[in-house]
């Protein structure tokens, strides 16, 4: 936001130094002196795969700012009193260490000295594009079939050779392994059967699956480096025209661990229900049985190519746990009433259920402190009340577990206090 004074006839220009876009109309509002601005927010609002540590901003204000009027709350819990705060009474520079792995929102609030305030609100996410991932269009081929750590191929785009399809070993795209004879089978390795209006099959073109080019965020591994230097794309295709009661199977041989499922998935409209499920037997046979693992809901689907990552869940509307290890195939099954894109799934190491937390209370002078072991990646919330039973506990601070034993410190009044620990 740009403020300036205007005494005179003056002339504005407008200068776009690269790309395109249409423009309707200026607006100039009459300015608030000293409202506070919210700058350089990063990670910046919408970022995928942020491998930021920290949460960082500048708060600003010509009236003048206390670190008391810069509040942020991150998932919904307030983490204000941990912010790392420092610069000038005009401009401060704020930061929160980041955990891996987590999809955050963050609302920033400013209120300057003079009682002004502003809001802003940031979408990110701090996943690693390391993460185990199983691209939707690299689906099990000629009876349970299947390449572990396959390299992405697709059209050519480069400024020397015109855009062409090729097949390659260790590659599902156009024919898995550069053989035309390793078809999927339908009833074995998927049963997408139906073909819609303007169905395509870009990717794998033998199939009865649809398959287009991806919009969405392009990951690291899409991007190569040819033999002039010049930087060459290959493009990330998705799962397409998914329609209701087929299923795609995936195997692969995983890393032993358990992990959450994220589905980066698209649809035109809200959907529930997509569920993912393990094959316990008859693999590579018409007649396999499943175990349900959990299911993809997304009520802010919006688009064909608006990718959001969509969580697995269990029964419970919980973060399902799933444990794999070994050579396992999963089955991904449209269980819903729309059609669904699917792009890629990937899989995050869960953090082991939080422990109980048992509370150590000392005194030095005034100086109360609570410690208490921490675990790595889980969220604590320290409370106090003046009684057991209060109608609403209130934040003394919040700590990032790393496991280690932490400490919170509260100054001793003379109304009794109880302390509590919430964590998530």
Do not use: C
Not at 27 to 35: N, S
């Amino acid at each position: 936001m740009l403020q300036f004074n205007f005494g005179m006839k003056r002339t504005l220009r407008a200068t776009l130094t690269s790309g395109g876009f249409n423009m309707n109309f200026f607006m100039l509002v009459p300015a608030q002196p000293g409202l506070p601005f919210v700058l350089n927010i990063s990670p910046a609002n919408g970022t995928v795969f942020a491998t930021n540590n920290a949460l960082s901003f500048t708060a600003a204000s010509s009236a003048g700012l206390n670190a008391s009027g810069i509040q942020v709350l991150l998932n919904g819990i307030d983490i204000s009193s941990n912010l790392i705060i420092s610069g000038s009474t005009t401009n401060k520079n704020v930061s929160y260490a980041l955990q891996p792995n987590v999809i955050y929102t963050a609302v920033i609030n400013v209120t300057n000295i003079s009682g002004l305030g502003v809001s802003r609100t940031v979408n990110f996410d701090t996943f690693r594009q390391s993460n185990f991932m199983i691209e939707a269009e690299d689906f099990d081929f000629n009876g349970g079939q299947f390449i572990d750590n396959p390299i992405p191929t697709g059209a050519y785009v480069g400024t020397a050779v015109a855009s062409y399809a090729y097949s390659t070993a260790n590659s599902y795209f156009f024919y898995p392994e550069a053989d035309s004879g390793n078809a999927a089978i339908v009833g074995v390795d998927l049963t997408t059967v139906t073909t819609d209006a303007a169905e395509t099959f870009l990717y794998r073109p033998a199939e009865s699956a649809g398959t287009q080019v991806a919009t969405d965020f392009l990951r690291n591994k899409f991007y190569v480096t040819n033999g002039d230097s010049t930087v060459t794309i290959f493009s990330d295709f998705n799962l397409g025209f998914w329609d209701p009661w087929q299923w795609v199977n995936y195997t692969r041989t995983f890393p032993t661990n358990t992990y959450n499922v994220y589905g980066r998935l698209a649809s035109g409209g809200a959907y529930s229900g997509l569920s993912l499920s393990l094959v316990t037997s008859g693999v590579g046979t018409p007649t396999q049985t499943t175990n349900l693992l959990g299911t993809f809901s997304d009520p802010k689907a919006s688009g064909w190519q608006a990718w959001d990552w969509v969580p697995l869940l269990n029964t419970n509307g919980q973060l399902a746990v799933v444990s794999l290890g070994g050579t396992n195939t999963l089955q991904a099954n449209n269980t819903t009433a729309v059609d669904v894109n699917a792009n890629f799934y990937m899989l995050v190491p869960a953090v082991a259920a939080p422990q109980a937390v048992h509370l150590s209370v000392s005194r030095t002078g005034s100086t109360i402190s609570i410690q208490f072991q921490t675990q790595s990646g889980v969220n604590y919330t320290v409370l106090y009340s003046g009684s057991l039973n209060p109608a609403n506990w209130q934040t003394l601070t919040t700590i990032n577990g790393d496991g280690t034993v932490q400490t919170a410190t509260d100054t001793m009044g003379s109304s009794p206090r109880f302390y509590r620990v919430s964590f998530q």
